[in-house]
């Protein structure tokens, strides 16, 4: 029996698209290893310490951004899905929203609360679009799913990203249609003070009663109006189950092709990020792409037209490719699971202190205070009421370009807790004439005095619970920034 | 012409080290001791009028901002006048200028200028390193002790070919340097290859690039040349000081391959000494890392800038070298406690321009002996003083 399912209509079209992933990779066999299970297959995506889910959304962002060829100022509206925001209460949309100097009375909304938080980010901007209260929307999707330790979930999870700009111009690739159905099921869940995801109760009552048949009948919805089967983006939360979920879609129209299946074995399951990841290399290729997003019991499609490639997407393959292998200890340690015993170092200004009231905005901004008088850049702002060079008081705060060159640099290798060495310091001499001190984002093995690099948005810490972010170094041949 | 507005007339230091036996005030009565004790003609202690306490962490107690009431007591001269004074690294030589500054207005007659300074009274996890997590939370995270100096090391190599043989050159001397100082945290010879070889700290530099955490204290005696003679009949006289400023972040420099603190504040301190590089004896100077040694005797004009690598491990600055540095084994031998450091640098030139250093006394030809520290946010505050046996 074929419950129902309700589909609409949609009207908004994507204009760019951008993906981003963390460079580490971590074998399955290595964490079954671990348990004494026999070897699974496959990589997965996993963040450093230094990265979570913001600084995806913000990577991921930044490329669809560039990829539209818009000034940010273009963008009044972002919605973010994210099972897991970095504050679970607290200001991660507007973290975000600084990061990428969106202009404070932009609209939007942050959606949480399961994996099926990005597609409705998605339809959230499509609605708003489509009823034009925003003109151009920013839709970013991002996850860094934290596992239980040791369960079967812990070898499907990945990290990643997606976004996409919308509007309701004819774009390129046009959103005509939609499906949902729900039933409150307990599938993958966490309670209100827990930390990691639990496992699905039973996998096969998981796959049985809730995945292949919700699934299933909502992209039967999406295609019964005799749309050949097309092109599918899944979610595959346990690694086996879209291969089931293609077999079930096909139609007399012909085979379903899984556009997300080589990704899936190198990243794992991204969460909420999932749909619009696995999409966004099809989203370069003509012809209908549909997208299944689910969790919490909820099941949404969205029926994609590809009517010419859409940009950004030829670079996603480059986005998703190549990354470091990492061990199990490594990444359980980057997540925090293994800490070191004893006394952490407390960072000398707490965030909630008047101070990070000051500086939240120009660190996150990357902000300057450029001299009216003489043009030098003064950074940060906030403790430079007098310019460095010729002593006026008069600034345009702007925000520093993201690229320069090594100036000179070190990697400090004797670090305290919460630190971790090797951590390279560098002062680069940006391309718009500004020189900043900022931390590198790797082991800083490809530093060297009059390098080419790039500043990229990561996690400094997390102090007294809060995440604090700001920008850090990284070579311009790192494998981390390959798209653009 | 020089200043020479005041007389040092005694100075003394305690045996530098890991003190854990010792309290903070123990370490100050044993500086004071020696510093009254070394007085030729003998001192009523009692004469004192006013202390300078020159202490850089009050992290001790807890609290940062420990007032000057801590030494009185500790050295009997409760209810004298005494006021604390805190600049980064140059604490101590900071210190030690306002004292005489003291004295030459005539505010005050004889004034104790002494540092104190528990650097291992904490792990290093909680004392320097702990530095890392201060300041600002981005702009400087990460920024402990080392990433002070470690970028310079890079630029240098890269603009004038220095070497880690040339670096590690400066910590062999001064390490042969403190064998022969019985006050030195550390007596024991090293060698290039071990400094090449020890574990790396902060690229370029490695754990011998490097001073030690040091607890220590050091004080000095000084008044006017007119009361001097009253105690001495080899008195030593102030010639000349200077302190200088530089932006207090990495990124504001104006240079990675010195520091301006450093040229200007020797340039203001030569001027009041009517005195050039050339006519310095001997320096004690601010070695933290090899590095900061090579910056220093170039900033302080003894060697051409780019030429500090080359002329250290040419042996220019062993004690019988062209201009002798830190024949008191400096900080990477003797040790960096660090508002005892620029007393204790005081010390070690009274003592070789009064020809009392024994087996590391170098040649004084014409009287003059700097003393130099650099430090602080962006290692930009500097200052120099100079003593010399040249009187009024």
New interface residues.
Partial sequence: MTAVVRTRSLDASITAVGVAVPEWRVAVADIDSAWGRSPGRGTLAVCRADEDPLTLAWAAADRALTAAGLSVDAIDGMWWGCTRPPFAEGPSWTTLAATLHLDSTVDGALFAGSTHAGVDALLAAVDAVSAGRVHTALVVTSDALLPATGTGHETSAGAGAAAVVLQSDSGPARLVRSAHRWEPRLDRYRGDREAETRETYDGRLFREQAYLPMLGDVGDALVDDGDPAGRWSVPDPDGRLARALLKRLATPGGAAEDVAAGDRSRLGDLGSAAALVGAAAALGTPGPLHLLASGGGRVSGITVIVDRPVPGAEQVAAALAGGEAVTYTRVLRARGVLSPTGESVEMAVPPGSAMFGRGAGEMLGLLAARCVDCGTLNTPPDVHPTCISCGSTKFDIVPLGRTGTVQTFVVNRTMPSPFEAPLPLVVVDLDDGGRIQLQGGDDGADLAVGAPVHLVLRRYAVERGVPVYGWKVLSAHSRQEITQ | MSWNRVSVIGAGLIHMGELFEQSYEQMARGAFDAAVGSVDNGFDPTEIDAVFVATQRGTLWGQEGIGGNTIPSAIGLAGVACTRVENACPTGSDAFRVGCMAVASGVHDVVLVIGVEKMRDKS???GL??R?????????????A??LF???A??HM?EFGTTREMLASVAVKNHHNGVLDPYAHFRNEVTIEQVLAA???????HLLDCCPQTDGAAAIVITSPERAADFTDRPVFVAGFGVATD?P?????ST?VGLPATVEASRRAYEMAGISPADVDVAEVHDCFTITEILDIEDLGFVEKGRGGIASIEGQTALDGRIPVNPSGGLLAKGHPIGATGIAQLTECWWQLRGQADERQVAVRNGFALQHNVGGRGSGVSVVNILTTNGP
């Avoid at chain 2, 972040?249 to 420099?253: A, D, I, Q």
Wanted: proline letters at 15%.
């Fill in positions: 290093s996890d909680e390193l702990a890392a997590a201060a300041g600002h939370p981005v702009y400087t995270r990460g920024e402990s080392p990433v470690a970028p310079f890079t630029r890269h574990p790396p700290v902060c690229s370029p530099l932006h972040y990495l990124h504001e420099k990675y």
